[in-house]
C-alpha cells in the first residue's frame, strides 16, 4: 500500500492546516481578487505568464537525492526574494490570489528577483535520483529533512544563479518550521539570508487547537506504527478525482459549503475575510501532497511540547541519534534577523506557542501581530485584505534590509 487517501472531512481538516480557507457565515462579496475559473487548473508557471509576468522553472537537487523545483519571476541582477509555502501545498500559495495581491506579484512589482520553492513530495517536487513516488522509501521524511536539505539546496541554487550572497526569505507555517529547522541544524546557513519573515511561525504546537492534531497526538504512536506496517507513506495527493469531490462539497454557496463549515472549527473564523470566488481556485491546487511523518512530526510536538527532531521510539531513537529521546532544535543558533507574524485567531500558530518561539531564537528582528482580532491561520495567503494587513509591511521590510 504505497499511499493514503483520508476520508474528505480529514482531509479538509489538514488543508485547514496550511493552505485552506477561512469559513462561513455571512460572507460578504464586497472585493474580489484578479482571479478567474480557469486559475484552478492552470500550474504555477502558467499562471504566472497568464498574468503578463515572466516565467522560469528550476531544478535544484538536495544531497540526499531529491529534485526540487522552483519557480521565477526573474529580475536579473535585483536583490532576491524565496517564498516557501505550508504543509500540503506548493508554489501556488504566493500567486493564487492573483496579481496586485498576491504577495509574488507585488514583489515583481517592486522589482525582486522572486523565486517559489517547493518541497520534497509535492506536486512539483517529486523526483529524485534513484527513487520514485510509488516507492515507501521515498517518502520515509518529514519537515526535518526539508529544513535540513531542501532549504539549503534551494537558497545554494538561487545564491549561484543570481550572483548574490545573500537572500530574503519569507516562509508560511510549515515554510517557518524548515526555517529553523535550518538554522539550527545548518547555522552556517544564518550567514546567506538578509531577512526572514515569518508568517504564522509554528515550532512549539503544545497549545496548538486544531482537534485533528489533538487527536492525533493521543494516537500517534498507533498512527506511526500503522504506517510503518503498511507502507502508507504519502499523504492526500493531489489527483482529479478529488478535485472533482471537493467541487460538491466546496460551493460558492454559503448555506450548504462544507469545506467552509469544517475550516470555521479547525482554523478560525474570519468570514468578512473570504472571496468565495477564490475557493475552486485554491481547492485546483492543494492538497499539493505531502508524507505522513510531515503530518506525525507536528503532533508528536502537541504532546511533547518541545521542538525536537523526529521521534521514532525509544529503541530506533538510539539507533539514529544515540539517545532515547529525539534531539532538541537550539534555537539560539538562529542568528539569522527574523520578524515574526501572528494572529490572535490563529488555531495552528497559536499566539502563547509564538511567544515561547520569540523568545528563544537568537535574533528576533521584530515581532508583530496583525491588526485585526480575527486574522487566522489562513489569512496570512488569502485574505481579502491581506495586502494592507501585512504585505505592504513585508514589503517595506524587505527595502529596509536590502540584500
Same mark, same amino acid.
Given at each position: 500500500?504505497?499511499q493514503?487517501?483520508?476520508?474528505?472531512p480529514?482531509l479538509?481538516?489538514l488543508?485547514?492546516?496550511a493552505?485552506g480557507?477561512?469559513?462561513a457565515r455571512?460572507?460578504?462579496?464586497?472585493?474580489? !481578487? +484578479?482571479?478567474d475559473?480557469?486559475?484552478?487548473h492552470?500550474s504555477v508557471?502558467?499562471?504566472?505568464?497568464?498574468?503578463?509576468?515572466g516565467?522560469e522553472? &528550476?531544478h535544484?537537487t538536495?544531497?540526499?537525492?531529491?529534485?526540487?523545483?522552483?519557480?521565477?519571476i526573474?529580475?536579473?541582477g535585483?536583490? #532576491?526574494?524565496?517564498l516557501?509555502?505550508g504543509?500540503?501545498c506548493?508554489?501556488?500559495?504566493w #500567486?493564487?490570489?492573483?496579481?496586485g495581491?498576491?504577495l509574488?506579484?507585488?514583489?515583481?512589482?517592486?522589482?525582486y528577483?522572486?523565486?517559489l520553492?517547493?518541497a520534497?513530495g509535492?506536486?512539483?517536487?517529486?523526483? &529524485?535520483r534513484?527513487?520514485?513516488p510509488?516507492?515507501?522509501?521515498?517518502w520515509?521524511?518529514?519537515w526535518?529533512?526539508?529544513?535540513?536539505?531542501d532549504?539549503?539546496?534551494s537558497?545554494d541554487?538561487?545564491?549561484e544563479?543570481?550572483?548574490?550572497s545573500?537572500l530574503h526569505?519569507?516562509g &508560511?507555517s510549515q515554510?517557518t518550521?524548515s526555517?529553523?529547522?535550518?538554522?539550527?541544524?545548518?547555522?552556517e546557513?544564518?550567514a546567506?539570508?538578509a531577512?526572514?519573515q515569518?508568517l504564522a511561525?509554528?515550532?512549539?504546537t503544545?497549545n496548538?487547537?486544531?482537534p485533528?492534531?489533538r487527536?492525533?497526538?493521543?494516537f500517534?504512536?498507533?498512527?506511526?506504527?500503522l504506517?510503518e506496517?503498511?507502507g502508507?507513506?504519502?499523504f492526500?495527493?493531489?489527483n482529479?478525482?478529488?478535485?472533482?469531490?471537493?467541487k460538491l462539497?466546496?460551493?460558492t454557496q454559503i448555506s450548504n459549503?462544507?469545506?467552509?463549515n469544517?475550516?470555521?472549527q479547525?482554523?478560525g473564523?474570519?468570514p468578512d +475575510?473570504?472571496d468565495?470566488k477564490?475557493i475552486?481556485?485554491?481547492?485546483?491546487?492543494?492538497p499539493?501532497?505531502a508524507?505522513?511523518? +510531515?503530518i506525525v512530526h507536528?503532533a508528536?510536538?502537541?504532546?511533547?511540547?518541545?521542538?525536537? +527532531?523526529?521521534?521514532?521510539g525509544?529503541i530506533?531513537?538510539?539507533? #539514529?541519534?544515540?539517545?532515547a529521546?529525539?534531539?532538541?532544535y537550539n534555537?539560539?543558533q538562529?542568528?539569522?534577523?527574523?520578524v515574526?507574524?501572528?494572529?490572535?485567531?490563529?488555531?495552528?500558530?497559536?499566539p502563547v506557542?509564538?511567544?515561547r518561539?520569540?523568545?528563544?531564537?537568537g535574533n528576533?528582528?521584530?515581532?508583530r501581530?496583525?491588526?485585526?482580532e480575527t486574522?487566522n491561520?489562513?489569512d496570512?495567503l !488569502?485574505?481579502?485584505?491581506?495586502?494592507?494587513?501585512?504585505?505592504?509591511?513585508?514589503?517595506g521590510?524587505v527595502?529596509r534590509?536590502?540584500?
Amino acid at each position: 500500500m504505497a499511499q493514503l487517501l483520508p476520508s474528505i472531512p480529514i482531509l479538509l481538516a489538514l488543508i485547514s492546516w496550511a493552505c485552506g480557507v477561512p469559513t462561513a457565515r455571512n460572507i460578504s462579496a464586497t472585493r474580489h !481578487f +484578479q482571479v478567474d475559473a480557469e486559475d484552478a487548473h492552470l500550474s504555477v508557471p502558467q499562471l504566472i505568464l497568464k498574468y503578463g509576468y515572466g516565467a522560469e522553472v &528550476h531544478h535544484a537537487t538536495t544531497e540526499d537525492g531529491y529534485i526540487l523545483e522552483l519557480h521565477r519571476i526573474p529580475k536579473p541582477g535585483a536583490p #532576491v526574494v524565496l517564498l516557501m509555502h505550508g504543509l500540503l501545498c506548493s508554489s501556488a500559495d504566493w #500567486v493564487s490570489i492573483g496579481p496586485g495581491n498576491g504577495l509574488a506579484y507585488l514583489l515583481a512589482d517592486q522589482g525582486y528577483d522572486v523565486w517559489l520553492g517547493n518541497a520534497r513530495g509535492n506536486r512539483y517536487s517529486r523526483k &529524485h535520483r534513484t527513487l520514485t513516488p510509488k516507492m515507501f522509501a521515498f517518502w520515509q521524511f518529514s519537515w526535518h529533512e526539508i529544513g535540513f536539505y531542501d532549504l539549503p539546496a534551494s537558497i545554494d541554487y538561487v545564491l549561484e544563479k543570481t550572483g548574490r550572497s545573500k537572500l530574503h526569505y519569507i516562509g &508560511h507555517s510549515q515554510g517557518t518550521t524548515s526555517f529553523f529547522v535550518m538554522t539550527s541544524t545548518r547555522p552556517e546557513y544564518n550567514a546567506k539570508i538578509a531577512l526572514a519573515q515569518a508568517l504564522a511561525p509554528v515550532a512549539f504546537t503544545e497549545n496548538m487547537q486544531s482537534p485533528l492534531l489533538r487527536i492525533m497526538a493521543l494516537f500517534q504512536d498507533t498512527l506511526a506504527a500503522l504506517f510503518e506496517t503498511f507502507g502508507v507513506a504519502e499523504f492526500a495527493p493531489s489527483n482529479a478525482i478529488l478535485h472533482d469531490i471537493s467541487k460538491l462539497l466546496c460551493t460558492t454557496q454559503i448555506s450548504n459549503n462544507l469545506c467552509l463549515n469544517v475550516l470555521f472549527q479547525l482554523a478560525g473564523a474570519n468570514p468578512d +475575510q473570504v472571496d468565495l470566488k477564490l475557493i475552486p481556485i485554491l481547492m485546483g491546487h492543494t492538497p499539493a501532497g505531502a508524507s505522513t511523518k +510531515q503530518i506525525v512530526h507536528y503532533a508528536q510536538g502537541v504532546r511533547s511540547g518541545r521542538f525536537r +527532531q523526529y521521534d521514532h521510539g525509544t529503541i530506533k531513537n538510539r539507533f #539514529v541519534y544515540g539517545t532515547a529521546d529525539p534531539p532538541v532544535y537550539n534555537l539560539t543558533q538562529v542568528t539569522a534577523p527574523v520578524v515574526f507574524y501572528y494572529a490572535l485567531n490563529d488555531y495552528l500558530a497559536v499566539p502563547v506557542d509564538v511567544e515561547r518561539l520569540s523568545r528563544g531564537i537568537g535574533n528576533l528582528a521584530g515581532y508583530r501581530q496583525v491588526r485585526m482580532e480575527t486574522f487566522n491561520h489562513l489569512d496570512f495567503l !488569502f485574505a481579502k485584505d491581506v495586502r494592507t494587513l501585512l504585505y505592504e509591511e513585508i514589503l517595506g521590510n524587505v527595502r529596509r534590509y536590502g540584500g
